[in-house]
């Protein structure tokens, strides 16, 4: 195996909104900083992802000091501050019941009218609280709005084997950011993350911990939310069918949580350990 860097770093601010690039990234306990702390929640107060809104693809987010500014097509940039902490609602996630804090009814309004039902902004103040799942993590692990754990790792030359079976069924090979991974290892090694127990990247330490269950959100171009096929799926059934009973389906990239907290950058060595 020869060196291993880190090929680029990537936030999702509001959960299944479009993904920011980044150039360094702080690690916190939750994940990498102002990764999904906000999120969607319906009516009664369920998460809203891709999954029923495809085109949360074309959410684009900007992170400020004072919030977010959110913008979509043919619409002017909406500016949405930090949300009083003392204006609370209780979401789900998941199995997750998390006692969040809700932005303003004027953004809540204007989000509504574009997704064309009922739905509030929430955001993961210091006082929510949500933990990944123990029966894979063995500790109590902090988890933001992300499906089930705090980073998500995928692997450059796992993509490219993936895509080679992509193209030899005729259809066009796929970019890393239909997977939404938060740290992308450059690698010439495909599938070596099955191996990886844990990744050092300067004073960060990662354990990985969940092979990554992949979903139809993967199949949704993720700047329109179009649906583009059968693949990855197609493909991935082939490859990387899981043979865990506790986790089925296919699996492509893998959970982590952080075990020592620092700060990434693109460009990064990457080391694995026991």
């Known amino acids: 195996m020869t060196n291993m860097s880190v ?5 999702y601010p509001v959960k299944s ?11 916190h306990q939750r994940g990498l900083r102002g990764d999904r702390r906000f999120m969607l929640v319906d009516a009664e107060g369920m998460f809203i992802t891709q ?3 495809p085109k949360l693809a074309q959410l684009h ?12 097509p043919d619409r002017e940039p909406l500016i949405v501050g930090f949300p009083d902490p003392a204006c609370r609602k ?12 809700i932005a303003a009814q004027g953004v809540n309004d204007v989000l509504s009218i574009w997704l064309e039902k009922p739905v509030a902004l929430v955001f993961m103040d210091g006082a929510s609280e949500r933990l990944a799942n123990e029966a894979w993590t063995h500790t ?9 754990y705090p980073v998500l790792v995928t692997n450059t030359a796992s993509l490219e084997a993936l895509n080679t079976l992509i193209s030899a069924n005729g259809e066009a090979s796929l970019p890393m950011r239909q997977f939404r991974p938060n740290i992308v290892i450059q690698s010439d090694e495909p599938w070596g993350e099955d191996g990886w127990t844990q990744l050092t990247i300067g004073d ?4 990985l911990v969940k092979p990554c269950a992949r979903c139809v959100m993967t199949t949704l ?3 329109t939310g179009e649906k583009q096929g059968r693949e990855p799926l197609r493909a991935l059934k082939t490859l990387r069918s899981s043979t865990d009973p506790r986790n089925p389906g296919v699996i492509f990239g893998m959970n982590a949580v952080p075990r020592q907290l620092g700060v990434i950058r693109v460009g990064d060595m990457v080391s694995t350990g026991a």
């Open 221 to 223: 171009d993720q700047n």
């Open 61 to 72: 987010v900007q992170t400020t000091d004072m919030g977010l500014v959110l913008s979509w």
């Open 140 to 148: 109590p692990a902090p988890v933001s709005f992300a499906d089930g």
């Open 51 to 53: 999954r029923q809104s």
């Open 204 to 207: 960060v330490v990662l354990d």
């Open 17 to 27: 909104g479009h993904g920011v690039d980044l150039q360094t990234v702080d690690v």
């Open 7 to 11: 090929k680029s770093l990537h936030i």
């Open 90 to 101: 209780s979401v789900k996630v998941w199995r997750s019941q998390v006692d969040t804090a």
